[in-house]
């Protein structure tokens, strides 16, 4: 579990008040997002290996995230297990889930988010480009 209260922004940048968990088990794509989210003047960033973890974090941030981003495919507890147990803590911040590879997980997880009556606002294939991030956060007006 990280979190970089350094990471510098001005007031004036879309995603200065915004705090977001990224749930991925690859250290090298927590850092891809880190980095993306920075460029959108977020600077409240928590990281988690696993679902587990990010359920464990989750639970000491008060309040919650604004953003979820989450991979599918971890050890432990997957994002398709994340995903039920947000819905059942009915968490109401926005949910990007993401994997690198297997559009048919996706399509699962998308459902099971939809159904569950989760704020799903993007799911994507990685690498996941930084306009994109954006657009699903409601940073950026979609192109």
Not at 56 to 63: E, I, M, R, S, Y
Request: hydrophobic letters at 45%.
């Amino acid at each position: 579990m990280q979190q970089d209260p350094t990471t510098t922004t001005t007031a004036g940048q879309p995603g200065a008040a915004l705090s977001v968990l990224v749930v991925d088990d690859d250290a090298f794509s927590q850092e891809v997002f880190r980095k993306s989210l920075t460029h959108w003047g977020i600077r409240h960033i928590h990281t988690a290996g696993d679902g587990r973890e990010g359920m464990q974090v989750l639970a000491g941030l008060n309040p919650p995230p604004d953003f979820l981003i989450c991979d599918i495919f971890m050890p432990d507890m997957d994002g398709i297990e994340f995903v039920g147990a947000l819905a059942r803590q009915h968490y109401q911040g926005g949910l990007i889930l993401v994997t690198g590879s297997n559009n048919d997980m996706l399509d699962v997880a998308r459902e099971i988010a939809t159904l569950s009556g989760l704020n799903l606002r993007g799911v994507f294939v990685k690498p996941l480009l930084k306009q994109a991030l954006g657009e699903a956060m409601g940073l950026v007006a979609e192109a």
